[in-house]
């Protein structure tokens, strides 16, 4: 091989690293602006203010008696995971299952007043998740995986 | 008794790959013809073996046989024939078993299609692709044995998931994206078999294009046809949300489409033996890949994916792949030295090469971004997904320059040219260019990314149409011929190849343009309304007309009539419904669309409730998105040109080129 070869190579080399690393800049830095987070109540809170303004799934199951009817499909209610709970304040027009007692996963943000804000609201609705009479059991990863829009694996 | 025919048919299936694969490596090594001919009847039994494992299936599912496991547990009485029928591809098992059937299909044409004009790439090539039908048959004879002996036979069985039983798209996507991804196979063989003879010749490159066509077609009709399926089922009013199933078709295609491509480059020029050979192995890896992803139960959940007894095999078997792949590049690659220099500045083949790299750039995007909450939740736990605005803000930019290179390479000559000659070749489509964007700005458009794709779109389509044309009007100025039997001339006479890469690309810039506007420019409104009232989106007024009933042998359907009228005047009705299925506990929504080549409108009813008479809608008005399945059609067709003109007029190309006539072995 040539000299002129070698130098050949190692430019090749360097501009395939620095292209590969601005790339890896951008993809890196995209992503973690873009992560949404797949949550119950308890993590919510513990993550405190950091919550507010950040893409979380809320996921958890209806509180009894917490739903209340607003002007036009507003709606709030209170989602727990038998550990903790959060208020919940909705716009999306709830689907057919939902009702109190069943598992939800609403996606949105933590407002500043502490309640969580929800332009999508997903009732879980697969056939082997039934809202347990226990609800220290709720289990976030069965749950999230159980509901329309969440589980794309039923798409082949 | 019925069970173990089908799990005989599918050991011998394993059986005959198995065996094949080592009688092709053997004759390879040792230069052994006879052991090809083996090779060769062992591919084909493998094939005719598999294929009836299929067949017996479902007819398995046509006879309610639920002695079968996987019939019983798909399977029910009260189905209509069509979905008994596609029940072999609506689970885990028959999914598998399915795959194996469309492999079945596509090692047999293959091995049909290889001459003794391949040499040693011939034995090399079956070798490949029965390496990959044995780990299939492995995986259908093992962990994902669709054949169970069932001992306490059930009266009736569950039917499968509803949202599958829900459109009858669900009959032909999974055939579509099965053509597409274990298509993959062939050329990733091919690929394999010049890497081990240590040369691609121009017969086998030949092959290589052909074989890379077939999948490329039908993933690019699958890929949209997914998205078809998402908006005509799931009803939340869009086709593609960048989940991970999705990005899992696009992948391989992305990777697909550049090798294509790079053929092209290889096969005039002799360049990037390589890279394209790389391409193809990509292709089918990641095929691997997004088959591990979707059919481990890996995105649900980490439990899921341990319980799986598949995910881990295909895990392995894609890291084997990829170790072998990679290690036969590295060793093999120096071998496939170049024929010319490729040429620099402003020519087609500099497009060529910035096609392929945007789309490598697409592909690691995607990757990365579908790849990323599997590694976080590995290494710390934490449960998360990537959202929507990191794929838009990236690929948007990216697609844009794709369509913008679409038109300026094939505006472009080969090798350098002048300054004028650019000049005159690049200067008037901007004409279009120009006339789109203000077409945009007149509908009210003013979204800066949905602005510049449309001025590329305009760009694009002038220099597609005027390239497409070209030979033709050559013609018709020089043999006075009629335009129309001109143009017949490139249709169906040696032009085709040439012509079917400007149809394929026709139908891409109306793709650009029907996402670009219908990503951007719909509206939509979310209202509960009583029996009797109203309510107006756009120039849509909405009224909840009453609530029907249907009853079909495996649902009942809860439907809201909902009277349309646009600018007063009356369209009909349309009808969301809730449907409840017989075997299932949950009910599922089915959107109703009246779709119009300028706007669909899109009704999703999210819930009815019949007591108090009242549906909770969503209303979208989506414009241009049926020239989104209008482009995909377009496309098609152009790869149906581009594979039935290759075999013929690619030898003819062949024959006039300035290339080392091949030893005769």
Same mark, same amino acid.
């Given at each position: ?10 430019? &090749?080399?360097? +501009? /395939? ?28 809170? /513990? ?50 299952? #939902? ?7 609403? @996606? ?36 999230? @995986? ?11 | ?13 394993? *059986? ?28 084909? +039994? ?36 069509? !979905?008994?029928?596609?029940? &072999? ?40 692709? *029965? ?26 069985? =569950? ?14 996507? =999974? ?26 010749? =121009? ?54 489409? /550049? ?39 890996? #995105? ?26 990679? $290690? ?13 220099? &490729? ?13 392929? $790299? ?75 260019? #120009?006339?789109? *964007? ?8 003013? %979204? ?14 002038? !220099? ?22 001109? *143009? ?87 009808? =969301? ?18 779709? +119009? ?26 414009? $241009? ?6 482009? %995909? ?28 006539? @091949?030893? !005769?072995?």
């Amino acid at each position: 091989m040539s000299s002129n070869d070698g130098k050949k190579r190692v430019a &090749l080399a360097l +501009g /395939a690293c620095a292209f590969a690393g601005t790339l890896l800049y951008f993809v890196v830095g995209g992503i973690g602006n873009n992560l949404v987070y797949y949550w119950g109540p308890t993590e919510v809170l /513990a993550a405190g203010p950091k919550a507010q303004g950040a893409s979380i799934r809320l996921g958890g199951l209806v509180e009894a008696g917490s739903i209340k009817k607003g002007e036009g499909s507003n709606m709030s209610f209170t989602v727990t995971d038998g550990k903790k709970s959060l208020p919940v304040r909705c716009t999306s027009v709830p689907p057919q299952m #939902f009702r109190e007692g069943i598992g939800v996963v609403v @996606e949105g943000t933590v407002a500043r007043d502490g309640v969580f804000e929800s332009h999508r609201l997903m009732v879980s609705h697969g056939n082997e998740y039934r809202a347990p009479n226990d609800p220290a059991a709720v289990n976030l990863k069965k749950l999230m @995986e159980s509901t329309e829009g969440l589980a794309p694996s039923d798409k082949k | 008794m019925t069970a173990s025919i089908g799990r005989g048919l599918v050991l011998l299936s394993l *059986l005959c790959a198995s065996g094949g694969a080592v009688a092709a490596f053997a004759a390879l090594s040792k230069k052994r013809a006879d052991l090809t001919t083996i090779a060769v009847r062992a591919a084909y +039994g493998f094939s005719l073996a598999m294929f009836l494992a299929n067949l017996w299936m479902v007819a398995g599912l046509l006879r309610n046989d639920f002695s079968i496991s996987y019939v019983a547990q798909v399977g029910s009485i009260s189905l209509p024939t069509w !979905v008994k029928v596609v029940s &072999l591809w609506s689970s885990l098992e028959g999914s598998i078993l399915f795959w194996g059937g469309v492999l079945a299909i596509y090692i047999a044409v293959a091995t049909r299609s290889l001459t003794d004009a391949h040499g040693w790439a011939k034995p090399a090539a079956i070798g490949s692709w *029965l390496v990959c039908a044995t780990f299939f048959a492995f995986l259908i004879a093992g962990p994902a044995q669709p054949f169970g002996t069932v001992v306490d036979v059930p009266s009736d069985g =569950p039917g499968p998931n509803p949202l599958l039983q829900n459109h009858v798209l669900m009959a032909i996507h =999974p055939p579509f994206l099965y053509g597409g991804y274990v298509g993959m196979t062939i050329p990733f063989g091919i690929a394999l078999a010049a890497l081990i003879t240590g040369r691609l010749s =121009p017969t086998l490159l030949g092959t290589l294009r052909t074989s890379m066509l077939a999948p490329w077609t039908f993933l690019t009709v699958a890929v949209v046809l997914g998205g078809w399926w998402a908006y005509e089922v799931l009803g939340w009013g869009g086709y593609w949300a960048w989940d991970p199933v999705e990005n899992a078709s696009l992948l391989p295609w992305l990777t697909g489409t /550049a090798a294509v491509h790079s053929a092209i480059l290889t096969e005039r020029r002799g360049v990037l033996k390589g890279w394209t050979l790389s391409l193809v192995i990509a292709s089918f890896l990641l095929t691997i890949l997004g088959t591990f992803m979707t059919r481990s139960g890996i #995105f649900n959940s980490v439990h899921a994916f341990s319980q799986s007894e598949i995910g881990p095999t295909i895990l392995a078997f894609l890291a084997t792949a990829t170790i072998a792949s990679v $290690l036969l590049l590295g060793i093999r690659v120096d071998l496939l030295k170049p024929d010319h220099e &490729l040429d620099r500045g402003a020519s087609r083949d500099t497009a060529f090469l910035a096609q392929n $790299l945007l789309f490598v750039l697409f592909t690691f995007t995607v990757l990365i971004g579908t790849v990323f909450p599997l590694i976080v939740e590995a290494v710390r736990k934490v449960q998360m997904s990537v959202g929507r605005p990191y794929f838009d803000r990236m690929t948007i930019p990216i697609g844009a320059l794709i369509l913008f290179v679409m038109g300026v390479g094939p505006a472009l000559p080969w090798g350098s040219s002048s300054r004028e000659e650019l000049k005159r070749r690049l200067l008037p489509p901007m004409g279009l260019g #120009f006339a789109f *964007l203000a077409a945009a700005l007149a509908y009210g458009i003013r %979204t800066p990314w949905t602005l510049i794709t449309l001025f590329f779109a305009g760009y694009t389509a002038w !220099v597609t149409l005027f390239e497409a044309l070209r030979p033709a009007r050559t013609r018709m100025k020089f043999r006075t011929d009629g335009f129309l039997k001109a *143009l017949a001339q490139d249709l169906f006479g040696p032009g085709r190849r040439r012509m079917a890469a400007y149809v394929a690309h026709a139908g891409a810039v109306t793709a650009f343009i029907a996402i670009a506007v219908s990503s951007t420019s719909g509206r939509s409104l979310e209202q509960n309304l009583k029996q009797g009232e109203s309510m107006t989106l756009g120039r849509y007024s909405l009224t909840f007309e009453g609530i029907e009933h249907a009853e079909e042998p495996n649902r009942t359907s809860v439907i809201a009539r909902i009277g349309v009228k646009k600018d007063g005047r009356d369209l009909g009705a349309l009808r =969301p419904m809730m449907n409840q299925y017989a075997t299932r506990r949950e009910s599922i929504g089915t959107p109703d669309v009246r779709t +119009g080549l300028v706007e669909d409108l899109y009704l999703s009813a999210m819930n009815i409730d019949e007591q108090t008479g009242t549906v909770g809608l969503l209303v979208l008005i989506n414009p $241009l998105v049926s020239w989104l399945w209008i482009a %995909t059609v377009i496309m098609a067709i152009g790869g149906l040109l581009a594979l039935f003109s290759s075999a013929r007029v690619g030898q003819a190309v062949e024959a006039t080129r300035d290339l080392q006539p @091949e030893p !005769v072995r």
